[in-house]
């Protein structure tokens, strides 16, 4: 058989591969492709960048509700100078959980608790604490470092407790900017202490709950407040909620946290400590090409749902026209 003849002009080297001209070629044509690409995405709207930004936090902060079954909202903002809007999910975050085991560990010391009373070995999920005999002294107490929680924009505290008898008592104090006490008949009565526009006390928000904790059985007492409101509920039950609008007073120079007072002793047992504090992440700027007209609020309920039908209208420089997004259930945007 024989071997086939290379082309005319050719070696047999060239024969199987790329001249250098050709290659040159082909580099050239494929630049001015990339070119072209290049012109038609630097040409784009900004909108599809923009919808992923808005997703993306919006999908954060429903997620986040639902994980830590307590609202959460999503802030979309101008920018004060017109150039760029803002996308900000404010999420809840855990702090710290008090177990109130004696042998607990710490890696952050700035987390550890005194803990005093007496040690309860069957407790609700492990140890918990009870006042010790006619001279009880507070069970828990934790110097609250501002810089890992920062409970101005928001917190939600959560305690289980077993009550044994109707006694009043002085349940929790956090520094001047919260008070929860015990009534003699079981119901809880609260007080919020908010800033004022100049950073001092300003308004005091009261909370008052309509029926008693329950005797005898464990329940989960959680106390939160968001920026808008302030409210009490029980194994998940909603007793109490007052219009809070505003920061919470804290001290720069470490509040207290401190559970069952001394003097006046919670008349039971407590298990856990839940500290979370409201905070706003890292916010996401749109193209400089998608604007907003006015800042907008979506909040999101303790399931993760869209409260009310929160709308977001986006302004299309580009092509001159407004786009209205509608926020659906779980954050998704049509």
């Not at 029926?211 to 959680?222: I, N, Q, Y």
């Amino acid at each position: 058989m024989s071997m086939p003849t290379p082309m005319p002009g050719r070696t047999a080297a060239a024969a199987r591969g790329f001249t250098l001209l050709e290659l040159m070629v082909t580099i050239g044509v494929i630049s001015v492709l990339m070119g072209i690409s290049l012109g038609f995405l630097s040409r784009s709207n900004g909108r599809p960048e923009a919808m992923s930004a808005l997703a993306g936090e919006l999908r954060a902060a429903s997620l986040s509700a639902r994980a830590t079954g307590l609202p959460t909202e999503v802030v979309v903002a101008p920018d004060p100078e017109g150039l760029l809007t803002t996308v900000r999910a404010r999420s809840l975050q855990p702090v710290v959980v008090f177990h109130c085991e004696p042998d607990q560990q710490f890696l952050n010391p700035d987390l550890r608790p005194t803990l005093l009373g007496l040690d309860v070995p069957q407790g609700r999920f492990g140890h918990g604490r009870r006042p010790n005999g006619e001279q009880p002294e507070m069970l828990l107490r934790w110097p609250v470092p501002v810089k890992i929680a920062d409970f101005r924009d928001g917190f939600a505290l959560r305690l289980d407790l077993l009550l044994e008898q109707r006694t009043g008592c002085a349940l929790l104090r956090l520094g001047k900017a919260l008070e929860v006490d015990l009534e003699p008949d079981g119901r809880v009565r609260a007080r919020l202490q908010l800033r004022s526009g100049t950073g001092n006390i300003g308004q005091a928000v009261p909370l008052q709950a309509q029926e008693p904790l329950p005797l005898h059985r464990w329940c989960t007492v959680e106390i939160a407040a968001d920026g808008r409101s302030f409210w009490l509920e029980v194994d998940g039950r909603e007793l109490a909620r007052a219009a809070a609008p505003g920061s919470v007073l804290q001290h720069i120079d470490q509040d207290a946290l401190e559970v069952s007072l001394r003097g006046e002793p919670l008349p039971g047992v407590l298990d856990e400590l839940r500290v979370f504090v409201y905070r706003f992440g890292e916010p996401q700027r749109l193209p400089v090409d998608v604007q907003v007209a006015q800042a907008v609020r979506i909040g999101f309920d303790a399931h993760g749902e869209p409260i009310g039908k929160p709308t977001i209208e986006l302004e299309l420089v580009q092509e001159g026209r407004n786009e209205v997004l509608r926020v659906l259930r779980g954050g998704v945007l049509q």
